[in-house]
């Protein structure tokens, strides 16, 4: 993986407890993204930055905020999990709007 | 939400045919044009990317981009059991820096 970690790898929480996955990267990339990956859905945007304090929403950001205080840092925070947030979240990143992006190992996150 | 669609498949092939994976997008504005593959339980990892009209090719794999008619495939020669695999097709949103992902195709390569 191009230096990026994703943690925790795996995450159990009860519904109505906040959750927050974070994502380091040593690549010093300029975008970073959050996606959830859905049997059925394929993989949907949640947020990205693209730059530190710089942040922006996707496809389905309802329910999540993201934070990026550091270039190396990507923070997704669910506020109050419910059931409907258990899925596999993966990171990724790239160093300019046009390049691949690069993906993390993915955090697989269980409301229950 | 620009759309990207993909045959749902799944695809089976024999080892050492010519897998082909299809991908339309709804934004005739995307510049960029991206091929992953995933394996069960793993991330996704890009194959190829593809910005002008035209072939490019890379050991096995031949992707196509036709902008006029909004598409862009991939090929696989030779098809290997390890090419076994879901296929994702991603494009960059124009005059944006989203990246939008069809549902992917599963491709199983019968040894």
């Known amino acids: 993986d191009a230096g990026i970690t994703q943690s925790p790898r795996h995450k159990v929480t009860e519904t109505g407890t906040p959750v927050t996955l974070r994502c380091h990267q040593t690549e010093n990339h300029r975008y970073m993204y959050w996606y959830r990956q859905d049997p059925g859905h394929g993989l949907r945007l949640i947020h990205y930055?693209?730059?530190?304090?710089?942040?922006d929403k996707g496809e389905v950001s309802d329910g999540y905020s993201v934070s990026r205080s550091k270039t190396e840092d990507f923070l997704l925070t669910l506020e109050s999990a419910t059931s409907s947030q258990t899925s596999v979240y993966f990171c990724?990143?790239?160093?300019?709007?046009?390049?691949?992006?690069?993906f993390g190992n993915g955090t697989r996150l269980t409301v229950t | 939400q620009k759309e990207v669609e993909q045959n749902s498949g799944p695809l089976s092939v024999p080892e050492g045919a010519i897998a082909s994976l299809n991908c339309t997008y709804s934004d005739r504005g995307s510049q960029s044009f991206f091929w992953y593959r995933q394996y069960s339980g793993k991330s996704p990892e890009l194959i190829m990317f593809?910005?002008?009209?035209g072939d490019k090719e890379d050991g096995r794999f031949t992707a196509q981009l036709n902008k006029a008619s909004q598409y862009v495939s991939l090929l696989i020669r030779d098809s290997q059991p390890s090419d076994s695999a879901t296929y994702l097709c991603a494009v960059t949103q124009g005059g944006s820096e989203k990246l939008v992902f069809g549902k992917g195709t599963k491709l199983t390569v019968n040894p």
């Open positions: 593809i910005y002008s009209n």
């Open positions: 930055s693209y730059g530190v304090k710089d942040t």
């Open positions: 990724a990143i790239r160093d300019n709007y046009n390049s691949p992006l690069h």
